[in-house]
């Protein structure tokens, strides 16, 4: 079993591998904005503090 990052946001199971702030499916960013303004679904949503990881 994976192991959890010190600092992560709880109740978020991040799948975007390539983003900085993913650590082991957590994201340790300190808050996330997700957008846009409007949506039909979810996948019209997306993660607007995504970075990708270098
Ligand atoms: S910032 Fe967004 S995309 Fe990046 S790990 Fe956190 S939730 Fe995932």
């Known amino acids: ?3 959890r990052p010190q600092n992560y946001l709880p109740g978020i199971k991040c799948e975007v591998k390539n983003c900085k ?3 082991a499916h957590c994201c340790t960013a300190e808050e996330i904005r ?7 679904c979810a996948a019209d949503t997306a993660c ?3 970075k990708p990881a270098e």
């Open 1 to 3: 079993m994976e192991q």
């Open 21 to 23: 702030y993913n650590d």
């Open 34 to 40: 997700v957008a846009p303004q409007h949506a039909c």
């Open 48 to 50: 607007a503090t995504f």
